[in-house]
């Protein structure tokens, strides 16, 4: 890297913002605004970034190549051993929905554009947390994407001769304007606020103008305002740490209270040696925060996988073992790959080897995250219904079956590929999630348009159907006559009991207990419409039961299997095992209806 003055105060910085990551993610109660020690992470990387590239256009020396050398060199090698290993845990612990989720995460993760994904997912801080290891990956892409833009800008500056103080100017005029785009995407939506570039761009920028201005050098300031500067960034830091909680809204100008108090502490000459500058570049606050971004990488797929497989452990035994797995694995990671990799793939004539070993990187996590994606998950877009959805086992002598229905169709999809192999059918899966295929619906008619082309002899239709029922039953039996015109059988699945939130992950981590019994209004209403799906039976229409299933015989829900793998994904769909416990039944009620009277 390029030599500029080295400040073990910034070090110090850096602790300070992972410790409160950390701290806020595992122990929320203790520092509930912990999550702005991103927001401090923004302010040292734009700092160091524009000192860096200051210093090698003020001598001729910048090139784009060594500039995106150093970056991979940085951060490369820490990200694919953890993005990769999170890869292998989700396979070991995830349901096949939330490994396939972690698989397209990856996919944008490799581009950088974890964010961009994220953002479509919801807000940062209602998202189910143990389901999603890359979700701190968002900043990451925040910053790369930055280091796309800014570099270029300071380049032609420095070409073109622009003095520094026009640069200033510049930098501080789109830092403002990102300002006011932030406070006013926060009011209106806070989760694109929180995640695009262009509303945290200026962050990055305000730690830009610091390594713009060389007010930063020791002796530009009298010794009180020095004090003012390292007490004052401190306060604010602390009181953003204690005082800002997530239902605030984020970032807006609440955003500028940790960034004002990482920037005066930057601010603050490293040779005034003040008393928090002091504390700061303590040895140990210096060596946590070299290892800071492994501590940040390692932290959070820790704590997913922990709570994720652990759900049902004491808080103690989960909090003890997320501490020592993290610190473990990030001194693991600083050791074997950060540091010496850093140098490494930093040298002058490794610049080929560097970008080459970036691209095979990216391009395996890209494949395989797909893969991961293909293989574990079947997700139908409602304009692929007409088209088919997704085809299986496809063979132009092979019977065909349908699968129609929403998300609670969608959950079985997995179960019938791999019995269209076992049993040499295809499945055209046209389940579509957030649907109703039933009268007067688009996907309704592009379904029924799709079963007139294929005339396939069994249709399964799945439904969430105490929802989707309501209080017009009737439009099922409407839709059955209309699909029955194009396929000899069908078969109804019924709705499996629904978890009370108390006994879902999350409620158990909560409350330490296992209430799974289902609440006596909704087993009502779904029982209710189970009978209705019943009275439907006949010659052509075959009804699986499966509540026996999911039911003790003292009728409280089996949360798991007898091996302790979960049957349900959420409240009220199945996991990929779940669905396998109802495969067969599938396999019997097929084998009966497509190759009757055949040895």
């Known amino acids: 890297m390029s030599a500029i003055e080295y400040r073990p105060s910034i070090d110090g910085l850096r602790a300070v913002a992972v410790i409160a990551v950390l701290l806020f993610h595992f122990t929320p109660v203790l520092l509930p605004g912990g999550f702005v020690g991103v927001d401090v992470f923004f302010v040292i990387s734009g700092y160091l970034i524009t000192k860096i590239i200051n210093a090698e256009c003020e001598r001729g020396e910048f090139s784009f190549s060594r500039f995106y050398q150093r970056r ?26 939330d490994f396939a989720s972690a698989g397209a995460v990856a996919i944008y993760a490799a581009f950088s554009a974890t964010n961009i994904k994220l953002m479509g997912q919801g807000n940062y801080f209602k998202m189910s947390p143990d389901a999603q290891p890359f979700l701190h990956y968002w900043s990451l892409a925040v910053e ?35 300002l006011g785009a932030c406070v006013y995407l926060t009011e209106r939506n806070s989760t694109r606020a929180f995640y695009l570039l262009p509303t945290r761009a200026w962050e990055l920028l305000a730690g830009c103008l610091l390594g713009l201005d060389p007010f930063v050098k020791a002796g530009a300031y009298s010794l009180g305002i020095r004090r003012f500067l390292s007490i004052g960034g401190a306060s604010l830091l602390a009181i953003s740490i204690v005082w800002i ?20 502490l930057i601010a ?48 103690i035994v989960r909090l003890v073992s997320k501490v020592l797995i993290t610190i473990v694995l990030a001194l693991l990671s600083y050791r074997l790959l950060e540091s010496p ?20 990187v990216v391009v395996l996590i890209s494949v395989l995250g797909y893969s991961i994606r293909l293989e574990n998950y079947v997700n139908v877009s409602p304009d692929d219904v007409l088209l088919g959805g997704v085809t299986f086992a496809a063979a132009a002598d092979r019977p065909r079956i349908v699968l129609m229905g929403d998300s609670h169709g969608a959950m079985y999809g997995k179960t019938l590929k791999e019995l269209s192999r076992e049993m040499d059918f295809t499945v055209h899966i046209i389940s579509t999630q957030g649907n109703t295929p039933l009268p007067d619906s688009r996907v309704y008619r592009d379904s029924l348009s799709f079963l007139e082309k294929t005339q396939p002899p069994v249709t399964i239709v799945v439904l969430d159907w105490s929802s989707k029922l309501g209080k017009h039953p009737e439009r099922l039996q409407t839709a059955l006559a209309a699909i029955l015109q194009h396929t ?50 006949s010659d052509r229409v075959k009804i699986l039961e499966i509540d026996s299933l999911f039911l003790t015989p003292g009728g409280e829900i089996r949360f798991t299997d007898s091996r302790g793998r979960q049957n349900y994904h959420d409240l009220t769909h199945l996991s990929g095992n ?22």
């Open 245 to 264: 909680r997530e239902k605030m809204p984020f970032p807006g100008f609440v955003a500028a209270l940790p960034v004002s108090g990482a920037a005066m």
């Open 488 to 537: 000899n059988q069908v078969i109804l699945i019924t709705q499996p009991p629904v978890l009370p939130q108390a006994a879902s992950r999350s409620g158990f981590r909560e409350q330490g207990v296992h209430p799974v019994r289902e609440d006596d209004v909704v087993a009502a209403k779904r029982q209710s419409s189970n009978e209705y799906v019943r009275s439907l039976q």
């Open 578 to 599: 779940g669905a396998d416990q109802v495969k067969e039944q599938l396999r019997r009620e097929l084998s009966a209806l497509l190759y009757a009277g055949q040895k």
């Open 341 to 360: 990799l850093r140098s490494w793939l930093n040298r002058p004539e490794r610049k080929g080897l560097s970008f080459s070993a970036c691209g095979i």
């Open 144 to 178: 790369e994407q930055f280091y796309l833009v800014f570099p270029v800008l300071v380049y032609f500056a420095a070409r073109w001769k622009m003095s520094r103080g026009k640069l200033v100017v510049c930098v501080a005029l789109v830092a403002m304007v990102s």
């Open 268 to 315: 603050c000459p490293e040779a005034s040696q003040t008393l928090v500058q002091r504390a700061l570049s303590y040895r140990v606050c210096v060596f946590i925060g070299k290892i800071s971004y492994s501590l940040y990488l390692w932290h959070w797929p820790v704590y997913c996988f922990i709570d994720y497989a652990w759900y049902d452990r004491s808080a």
């Open 72 to 97: 991979i060199s940085r951060i490369f090698p820490v990200f694919a051993a953890v993005t990769f290993a999170v890869l292998i845990g989700a396979s070991l612990i995830y349901s096949p929905q």
